[in-house]
């Protein structure tokens, strides 16, 4: 058994999240593997930016509430042992809900080298579309 040193929390890039966001590296397969696993803590209100998984995305919910929202669909409230499957190149954004923290663990694989990048950032969610009101 080999222990890996952990790395420090990552405050999120605000290219890619709106609000505080915290990110902890907790595993990075080496090829031919080519999985991450993050997890991801959102303070009140935080939220990704809109975005795509070239091979999709899992995500289980490991406390507090949040929302997820795939393009063109509904918000849904995500809660504690919740696990969300986003398929790929689907447009989704998650984050916590107004009142409530939420972390969750992201598990998500990387294309082969050369084959494009593992996602694709888009704008952010706005204001009016985090509450529900722009669909």
């Known amino acids: 058994m080999e222990f890996v ?10 290219e890619m999240f709106t609000g505080d966001v915290w990110i902890d590296m907790v595993a990075q397969g080496e090829e031919p593997s080519r999985i991450r696993v993050n997890v991801v803590h959102f303070t009140p209100g935080a939220r990704t930016a809109w975005h795509s998984h070239a091979l999709g995305q899992t995500l289980v ?13 509904g918000i849904e409230s995500i809660r504690t042992g919740d696990i969300v ?3 790929a190149l689907e447009e989704h954004w998650h984050g916590a809900s107004a009142e409530h923290l939420m972390t969750h ?19 952010h969610v706005t204001d009016a579309e985090y509450r529900g009101q722009v669909t």
């Open 61 to 73: 919910v490991t406390d507090g509430v949040g929302l997820v929202q795939s393009r063109g669909r």
């Open 85 to 87: 499957h986003t398929p």
């Open 5 to 14: 040193a952990r790395k420090p929390s990552v405050k999120g890039p605000r």
């Open 105 to 123: 663990i992201s598990v998500t694989e990387s294309v082969p080298p050369g084959q494009g990048p593992e996602a694709n950032w888009g704008d």
